[in-house]
């Protein structure tokens, strides 16, 4: 059984960082593209960034310079880091993960979820 479990969310101020970290369980975690999506109040649910079974990487746009995706695999473990938080940050943020490990938009399975809140 495939098992995505986040953690790091939390209340931080603007222009402060945070790094959220997901778990995963029931894979072969070396050869599977990971990512991490957030979805706001309202919004679609979008990608943050990715990366591949070789370590290559993918940022949305309005995340690049700031954040930094990474993964460890003998740990079984996949980083965001966020630098520089903004308010429109703010969101659930969600770790994906896709047997295909070439995929820059993983979305075979789905954790539950973590809040990020970027407000003074």
């Known amino acids: 059984q495939v098992q995505l479990v986040e953690s790091g969310g939390g209340l931080v101020q603007p222009g402060g960082s945070l790094r959220l970290s997901c778990a995963a369980s029931?894979?072969?975690?070396?050869?599977?593209?990971m990512g991490w999506y957030r979805q706001a109040p309202g919004k679609q649910r979008e990608l943050v960034a990715a990366?591949?079974?070789?370590?290559?990487?993918n940022y949305a746009e309005a995340v690049k310079g700031r954040f930094t995706i990474s993964r460890d695999n003998a740990k079984s473990l996949v980083y965001l880091q966020m630098n520089s938080l903004k308010p429109e940050d703010t969101a659930v943020y969600y770790c994906?993960?896709?047997?295909?490990?070439?995929?820059?938009?993983?979305?075979?399975?789905w954790g539950q979820g973590t809040q990020v809140t970027v407000s003074s």
């Open positions: 994906a993960a896709d047997r295909y490990g070439g995929n820059w938009y993983p979305n075979d399975y």
């Open positions: 990366i591949t079974s070789g370590s290559t990487t």
């Open positions: 029931g894979i072969i975690f070396e050869i599977w593209a």
